[in-house]
């Protein structure tokens, strides 16, 4: 289908739910040359039977500006045995997330030219989804940062976690105020946490939770944005895991996202799944989670991101497991579920405030001119994730055999439509694509 589409001038998804900036109503959607060239509520005179293709199968669905997670790890280099990025970007179209934000904790770290130019040919050569690349701040590579590379934000991780690149001095946060770039901030207080681990054993992984507990969060957040008041139009805080740091955050308007995992998952959960869901921040008591739930219903949290993370199933079950969930193909479809009376706050926290916040031109709406990114969504089919369902390349999900109302249906990336149904089967995915990265287009 995608083949005879393309030969056509026009393509035109008809008699949608189109979710616009403001409002949703039924109307058409008109595109062209990877872009939406027009929203019409009456299809113009221009388009006739000889220049458009009709999508028919999208009659009555919601269509969502493509959604946006600026928050991943696709692993690659250093751990292709867990995700890559064909892996990871097909299980990001099954969610509908037709642009990532990649961060800079792989193996060799991106802190610098040749490690992001060597991450940046391996996404051009394998992904099916736009991208982001994030480098990290190290204290002391100000120079490659202040280079000519195409990113709008930089990592910084104030406690260590998966890879090395834990910033041991805070105070070289300084040296970004000469660097116009957005702050992404991993937030938890290392020295709390290393006097903690001593009290606790490994032995027992609900332990994780003790150690890195939410006074480690939450002094950290409170900390950093006391001590540096330049910065904090520019800072956004990584996965908010405690109401604390959220409602603090939110009295200084300044930005944070927060992971479902941290909303969908809690401390009971260990008796059930173990290391599989040992993550940094680690998941919370159900009562913490039930309060980032209500949060997410009352239009407290301004941006989701899934921190998409993924080990081999071998590696979670290892004396020694590491930290991380894979959480990008169902990511969205929770919140789907849990907002899907309020489809324009859907669009706000899953795509229009990441592309507004980190600078990606004409994209995380649907208007005229901006890229045809867009996420059909059926609210009305219901299905189950099974594992056999996982698409990413470490082969299982904690998620597995939850069952959902709603279903991301196509996916389009700059104007190529994914059927979410087919990427399980489909090498030809691969075909006629066109990605950007979206700080360059």
């Excluded at 403001?22 to 027009?38: C, F, L």
Aim: some cysteine; aromatic content about 10%; proline content about 6%.
């Amino acid at each position: 289908m995608n083949e005879e589409m393309e030969k056509k001038e026009f393509w035109v998804l008809p008699d949608v739910v189109a979710v616009l900036p403001g409002e949703v109503k039924k109307t058409n959607i008109i595109i062209k040359d990877k872009k939406i060239h027009e929203v019409a509520d009456i299809l113009p005179q221009y388009i006739t039977s000889t220049n458009v293709q009709t999508k028919e199968d999208v009659r009555g669905l919601f269509v969502f500006p493509g959604f946006i997670d600026p928050h991943v790890h696709f692993r690659t280099p250093g751990k292709e045995n867990a995700e890559n990025w064909n892996t990871g970007s097909r299980a990001a179209l099954f969610a509908g997330v037709t642009t990532v934000l990649d961060m800079p904790n792989t193996k060799p770290p991106v802190v610098d030219a040749p490690s992001w130019t060597a991450k940046e040919k391996a996404i051009r050569r394998d992904s099916l989804i736009n991208y982001g690349i994030i480098p990290g701040f190290t204290g002391d590579n100000m120079e490659f940062l202040s280079g000519n590379l195409s990113f709008k934000a930089v990592k910084v991780f104030l406690a260590s976690s998966t890879g090395n690149l834990l910033l041991s001095h805070p105070e070289k946060l300084i040296r970004l105020i000469a660097l116009d770039k957005k702050i992404i901030l991993h937030s938890e207080l290392e020295s709390r946490i290393i006097n903690r681990a001593f009290r606790y054993s490994m032995k027992n992984i609900r332990n994780h939770s003790r150690i890195r507990d939410e006074k480690s969060a939450w002094m950290q957040t409170k900390e950093i944005v006391q001590k540096f008041p330049e910065l904090a139009s520019r800072m956004h805080f990584a996965h908010v895991s405690t109401e604390q740091e959220l409602t603090f955050l939110m009295k200084h308007k300044i930005s944070f996202e927060v992971s479902p995992n941290h909303i969908f998952i809690h401390t009971d959960d260990y008796d059930r799944l173990g290391a599989m869901i040992k993550c940094n921040p680690p998941v919370r008591k159900k009562s913490t989670a039930e309060k980032l739930y209500r949060h997410l219903l009352q239009n407290s949290i301004p941006m989701i991101a899934t921190d998409h993370a993924p080990h081999r199933r071998e590696e979670k079950m290892s004396p020694s497991p590491p930290s991380g969930i894979p959480s990008i193909q169902v990511g969205t479809h929770l919140i789907l579920d849990a907002l899907k009376k309020n489809p324009l706050r859907i669009a706000e926290i899953l795509s229009t405030h990441a592309a507004e916040f980190f600078g990606m031109e004409n994209r995380g709406k649907i208007l005229s001119g901006y890229y045809a990114d867009l996420a059909v969504v059926d609210f009305h089919r219901p299905w189950e994730f099974l594992e056999t369902d996982v698409l990413s390349g470490c082969g299982w999900s904690p998620y597995a055999g939850r069952k959902f109302q709603s279903k991301v249906v196509w996916s389009f990336v700059n104007g190529k439509a994914y059927n979410t149904e087919k990427l399980f089967m489909d090498n030809s995915v691969n075909s006629e694509r066109e990605i950007y990265n979206v700080w360059r287009n």
